[in-house]
């Protein structure tokens, strides 16, 4: 067929749902009804590789597939569904996916309604000029509410929802109608097939045989087996060794050209090499401008991570390297702390990325790791003008030195029920928000925009707000730039010696409540020892803070067991293990949570 | 080389105490009689196995040996003296008993079958506390039965004592102590209460409804224990016992040396050829296991050298005298140093261990802080 004609019968388009809200499920289900996946390939959300993916309900990695679909018009349509992460830490994939489409599945609980994720990638969605199908799904559930959701979706976003398909994925209703709207109503892609080649990354992934596959859309042009391609941010080249999409196996293909969707491999090594959002073109006929929207990702959060057994130093670093294979977000640079030894200074695109990192590290390569407590990062001015860009707080420029001090802040869209808009501005304001709008949605919420430190966010933000509205509110932010802000950096002494690793910045405004809240929190953290340990929380040289453990009298088991000496062993070996688990710190015994301590903490009380 | 030891598990009693975790049922309704030949059998298929050698000491413990009553006791004497025959001149043989449990008949059919050394559970002075940790006897019976059995002529008596029990005040431990010492026996051993699992007292710790004493106080009853003790003439040979010079327990120290014993009976432990062994709990199954021709063994591990060499340290260690460098040398052909070399030096340095001559022992602060040291000796 020729190029043209074949793409009159193209439609890329990906779903937008909130967590929950049934987006795997609906993926699936398109997946069985196109007949995609034979029935015993059906696992459930086939989409979700990764183990964790899978425990935590959320996509991190991006997926798509090429279905075949043949329309009650009798003619048979390709279809490429993209699927998008999840999370507010991964909005930049979001944008970068929906970017690869012309339409988007808006799907909404009919019970729940529109929340403020679904809301900011729907913007998202608009932003890239996507048509968009309302979805209203879960309509099987008793508390089901179609009419009102409808209603939502048009005052809020300002879609028409006259149309929108009602339907339960998890009970497989609606999709015939899905797919047909999606023919019907998303707009074929458009472009020359013979320009120079231009094709959006959306994502990437490492394989250990292949190199790294690399996901994309062609948006003009045609790429073929053994062209010679160049990345148009990094201007590095490569030589195409295949061609082909998923479906969602993957298929070896002659060509991809204006408007599919699918794979290369090109013999790349590293998957920092293939950027999101970048531009391939032909190395030979290059394009002459990018596509638009490229942006390097940089790390919003950054932690030290410290293994716990520091022979496993080496080990470490070789799982960083392989995770950095698959995720060009992650970075990480070697460092030392006097408490924790040698380490790295991890940076990552939010707080679940690094969990999810942590966990992966703890689990797929056995390593125990001590983790520091998450930091933004901060722009010092010094007084001789210079600038730094500060992310372990350990390396915070003494006060003198110190012109002032900026830090991230971001904009934060938080929805939430009428009854709970006094409990989220309170919260907002302890948090050093700014009051920046309040919209009504209807009669019962309203979406509130606050703009705030990230730092907070980073804090417990997202855990207070879910507490103080049983969980109604959902929130959203992006990052808005840097402002001053008034802030001191921590210490905390153990034993009369400061801990690097437990320094923090905080307002100079809150910081006596949290260094007292944070050593009467560290007192139960940290087992007793064989001495008295004080915990002393400093700012420079000024103790604000302290607490003492008290010291263990005794441990001896003055127990008759006769000739059991499994049962004594037993009981040291869980001595021992306890133990292992704990940094030693001069002569103190850390246990991990007494790193993340600092998080814990409630400002509140 | 065949142990020299034998332990023999009878679990049965009278009744089960609070806080009691050991191998040991209500002897109403029990088999045994059932009981006493499957362990006839168990002696039986053990020396088959391992044939013993000269015998230098026997315990008999439960639950409440002296649940038997005198037939049913010199039954089991009688076996022990068939598959144990040959015994060392300076033997020691010790049994078990609750006070109010030793009837006269029952002594001298302990004292005809070889028994040489009786070991009371007396546990506290304190009336109303003898209740609350659910023993049955009374004061008064803690004094009839040694009197009984010094009057049969066992010269050799140990009184078990606990403190750290729920309601006790340090000022309870001394009374007791000024109590258990007008009857002069020639030994003690005070333990003190470990919270175990499935126990009454677990439970209504896990409920906080157990008035423990505080840490401080359950450490001050451990000192003044330790410290007037001596004054009446008893020496401090391990973490919880004393004894009159010469009267320390030669079968315990069996154990605390990491020498092999016999172990026989439902739940009880044995360490032949290299081997530890723990025979199974119930005492159903090990009728039928036994009366099925098979050793009642529930579970079997084969100590390997660095097991031993950790053993041989943790457990040594209890005794106040500690390990001695050429024993070590002599059982592993590797110098201490060798193996422990740093681990001794970070806990002599910490105050926890001195190092004399041949001998590595705790301090006085090694023996309060004891787990942290024998938690060091695990590679």
Redesign the interface.
Known sequence: MDRREKLKMIRNFSIIAHIDHGKSTLADRILEYTGALSEREMTDQYLDKMELEKERGITIKLQSVRLKYKAKDGQEYILNLIDTPGHVDFSYEVSRSLQACEGALLVVDAAQGVEAQTLANVYLALESDLEIIPVINKIDLPSAEPERVKQEIEDVIGLDASEAVLASAKAGIGIEEILEQVVEKVPAPSGDPDAPLRALIFDSYYDSYKGVIVYMRVVEGTVKKGMKIKMMSTGKTFEVTEVGAFTPHPVLMDELSVGEVGFIVAGIKNVKDTRVGDTITDANNPATEPLPGYRKITPMVYCGMYPVDSSEYDDLREALEKLELNDASLTYEPETSSALGFGFRCGFLGLLHMEIIQERIEREFGIQLITTAPSVVYKVYQTDGSVLDIENPTLMPPPQKIDHVEEPYVRASIMVPNDYVGTVMELCQSKRGQYVDMKYIDTNRVNLIYELPLAEIVYDFFDQLKSGTKGYASLDYELIGYKPSNLVKMDILLNGEVVDALSFIVHRDRAYHRGRALVEKLKKLIPRQ?FEVPVQAAIGNKIIARETIKA?????????Y?????R??K???K??EG?KRMKSIGSVDVPQEAFMAVLQVDDNK | MAPKAVYIHIPFCTNKCHYCDFTAYVVDGQPVEDYLAALEREMELTVAEVPPGEIETVFIGGGTPTVLNPQQMERLLLSIRTYFPHWSNEWEFTIEANPGTTGEELLEVMQAGGVNRISFGAQTFRPDLLQKIGRIHGVEDIYRSVEQARSVGFDNISLDLMFGLPHQTLQDVQKTLIEALKLEPDHFSCYSLKIEEGTLFHHLYERNELPLPPEEEELAMYQWIRSNLPRYGYIQYEISNFSKPGKESRHNSIYWLNEEYYGLGAGAHGYMNKVRHANVKGVKEYIHQVQHGKRPVLERHEVNAQEEMENFMILGLRMLKGVSCTRFYSLYHKRIEEVYGSVIERLVEQGMLTVQDDRIALTEKGLIYGNEVFASFLI
């Open positions: 064989m263990i009298r005794k441990n001896v088991l003055a127990k008759c006769g000739g059991d000496v499994s004594k062993r009981l040291l070996e001595q021992k133990k």
